[in-house]
């Protein structure tokens, strides 16, 4: 474990953390995913992890609500008020989920059930998390849908997910995501699937909806563009290492690590005639450096990288807490 | 004033307008779909109109950009210029010729405009190995003698960036950006001008779409191709493609030099696209209302209308069609906004 997470929290406005993940390790067979990840979520912040695919950023999200099969996890995942999610009976966590924290898919077309209809996917979430009966769920998810944004919200209680457009199938899973008041949101690139209109219907839906019930939300992203306008932190995954994080225009505006400023050179943005490509691309497990992962890859990669793993550390002396900025590079930029 | 005339207007960069590989004069697509909510026996169809009155012209050594979300009828026209679907109206001609009539006669339409398909994957046949997939094409246009094949394909695999001892391996050895650049290679087996690309790059990791993208634009400015690209990023449109197309259900809404759309949309649904893309650090724009409608219930007048945050009341009368603007533009709107903002319509 590195020091890091160990230090008090120094920064004014930085609350306790909602969420102290320490340490996450995954390992599916000979492989492994997730490599000692800690990161913090601050009470009613939003986050976002980025990285490109292989990352373990939906690994993260998956073992937070213990969905994760045929893997061995190691680490603690300290929820506020409910102990560590990766240690509790399942029993308990069945009563979590939905409750305290839940989780928005990437695909709403397969994540929804395809034989009943979306109310009563909708009332049989409330009736489960909030205890209500049938007339009171019914009556509650005509008024969720309407605060996502579904037009003739009645009419729409009998669809069937199929018969819903892809910005509308995710507005139901937003609503059902809701449904049981979870203080921790987790959306798992709720919008990769939608056209740009749509997607930016979407976002704007779950941050408004967060924001009002005072929730926080992990976004897992890979665009890093996406990511700076909907999120307060950012943390950058690499091959299943945390390289970078702490508060978004820091991270990307003062990147330390190679990785990130790699990745964000890779972003076009409208105009731009510029672009290198980065040479090479993720190893394979069985190939990964014992050190930081990045190493075999990086512009400035010294003798000791591909062999120590670099710890995460502040990238101010006078900003040391969690979710301050941090890094884990032995030649920071 | 048609496109042609449009585009023929001089610009700083070419001196005279080079022939037009594709010309797309008012096309029309109209597919017959059951009628909604028809009886279960009932055969009842209604017209679906994928394409609706296209105008573009696609000159040599041009690159271009097809922009729009789902539904906006891409793939169509993608299926009208490669002449797989012959259009229910209008003209669509292939160096001045019907591209249906020069499909069907000899290999020299298939082997000048070559594709690369969205799922590169599935466009490959997982038995044969990149040698043999790249060979493929080689033979079947007669492209070099055989004792020449091996040296032909090996060049093509160093040309797309592919490593060399890729040609034994199949294609589920191979990642996603390796896939991509097999389907490059075997769309340029065949020393075609013309190279149509429908969403090459979507789908990727960021750093595997900047290699490939830019391996395209080295391919397009080495060989002297004639690009038409299909994307929904606008990043990538104007990174890569000089022209810029915009699609609306089914309508080309607005054409131009790549940089001056983007920089001044004179379309409001340009300019909600443009709005939406993910920039950094800016807020979130609020979005467009609603989502496109139904192609069989198209809204009166213009087929805009119904999202438009700037739509006056001969919007919902009068359906607009693509006029020309300025320098190379063309906008198919009653409306149109402009950079000063001036003539901008009140917001309602």
């Known amino acids: 474990m590195n020091d890091m997470t160990s230090h008090p929290v120094t920064t004014q406005d930085a609350a306790e953390p909602i969420l102290r993940l320490e340490g996450l390790t995954v390992h599916r067979g000979a492989a492994k995913i997730l490599d000692r990840v800690s990161l913090s979520l601050g009470r009613g912040e939003t986050l976002a992890l980025v990285g490109e695919s292989g990352a373990g950023k939906s690994t993260i999200a998956t073992a937070l609500m213990r969905l994760l099969d045929g893997a061995r996890v190691e680490g603690r995942a300290e929820l506020d008020g409910a102990g560590d999610l990766l240690a509790l009976p399942e029993r308990r966590m069945v009563r979590l989920r939905g409750s305290r924290l839940s989780m928005i898919f990437q695909d709403a077309g397969s994540a929804l059930n395809p034989s009943y209809t979306v109310g009563r996917q909708l009332t049989t979430t409330l009736r489960r998390t909030l205890g209500l009966s049938r007339a009171e769920a019914r009556a509650k998810a005509v008024e969720l849908f309407t605060s996502v944004g579904i037009n003739d919200p009645d009419g729409r209680m009998s669809a069937f997910p199929h018969q819903l457009s892809g910005g509308m199938q995710q507005r139901v899973m937003v609503a059902i995501a809701l449904a049981g008041n979870p203080d921790l949101l987790l959306a798992d690139e709720p919008t ?3 056209d740009v209109t749509i997607q930016a219907q979407i976002v704007r839906l779950i941050l408004a909806q967060t924001r009002a019930r005072g929730a926080s939300c992990i976004f897992v992203l890979h665009d890093l563009a996406l990511a700076s306008q909907s999120c307060d932190r950012i943390v950058v995954l690499y091959a299943g290492q945390v390289v970078e994080s702490g508060p978004s225009r820091e991270v990307l505006e003062r990147s330390r690590h190679p990785y990130t400023r790699q990745l964000k050179s890779c972003v076009l943005e409208i105009g731009s005639k510029d672009l290198t490509a980065p040479e090479g691309t993720v190893p394979p497990h069985s190939e990964m450096p014992v050190g930081c992962r990045f190493a075999t890859r990086c512009p400035r990669a010294l003798p000791r990288c591909a062999g120590e793993a670099p710890p995460l550390v502040p990238a101010r002396d006078d900003a040391t807490g969690p979710l301050d900025h941090q890094f884990a590079c032995w030649n920071p930029e | 004033m048609t496109m042609a005339q449009i585009q023929s207007a001089p610009t700083e960069t070419r001196h005279a307008p080079a022939p037009a590989v594709f010309e797309l004069i008012e096309v029309e697509q109209v597919f ?14 209604v017209g679906l109109r994928a394409l609706d009155g296209v105008r573009l012209t696609v000159r040599q050594g041009a690159s271009i950009a097809l922009v729009g979300e789902s539904g906006s ?7 009208v210029l490669l002449g797989l679907d012959a259009p229910s109206g209008g003209r669509a ?3 001045g010729k019907p591209i249906r009539e020069a499909r069907a006669h000899g290999t020299a339409f298939a082997r000048d405009v070559a594709m690369v398909y969205q799922d590169a994957r599935g466009s490959l046949d997982p038995r044969m190995t990149v040698g043999q997939l790249i060979a493929e094409p080689l033979r079947h246009f007669g492209i070099v003698p055989k004792s020449g094949e091996a040296a032909r394909v090996a060049e093509l695999i160093d040309r797309v960036g592919l490593p060399r001892d890729a040609a034994n391996r199949y294609p589920s050895g191979l990642s996603g950006g390796q896939v991509r650049r097999v389907a490059i290679a075997r769309a340029l087996a065949s020393e075609p001008s013309v190279l149509v690309a429908d969403e090459a790059v979507s789908g990727l990791d960021v750093s595997t779409q900047a290699q490939l993208l830019t391996l395209l634009q080295g391919l ?5 191709l004639t690009l038409v690209f ?6 990538v449109a104007s990174y890569l493609c000089e022209e810029i197309a915009i699609m609306y259900l089914g309508r080309i809404v607005e054409t131009g030099p790549t940089d001056a759309v983007l920089e001044a949309p004179a379309h409001p649904y340009s300019a909600a696209l443009r709005a939406a893309a993910p920039q950094f650090f800016e807020p979130i724009p609020e979005p467009l209302p609603g989502e496109i409608p139904s192609p069989l219930d198209l809204p009166k007048g213009c ?7 700037a739509a006056r009341d001969d919007c919902r009368l009068r359906d607009p069609q693509l006029g020309a603007l300025d320098a190379g533009r063309a906008v198919a709107c009653l409306h149109p906004l402009t950079s000063k903002g001036a003539q901008t319509p009140e917001i309602r």
């Open chain 1, 192 to 194: 990769s699937a939608l």
């Open chain 2, 32 to 45: 017959a779909v059951p009628k909604p909510g028809r009886g279960l026996l009932s055969r009842d169809t």
């Open chain 2, 73 to 79: 009828g891409k793939s169509t026209l993608l299926r």
């Open chain 2, 93 to 95: 001609l292939y160096r």
């Open chain 2, 220 to 224: 397009q400015r080495d060989m002297g």
């Open chain 2, 230 to 235: 299909i994307t929904h990023d606008l990043g």
């Open chain 2, 303 to 309: 087929r805009f209308s119904s999202r438009c945050p």
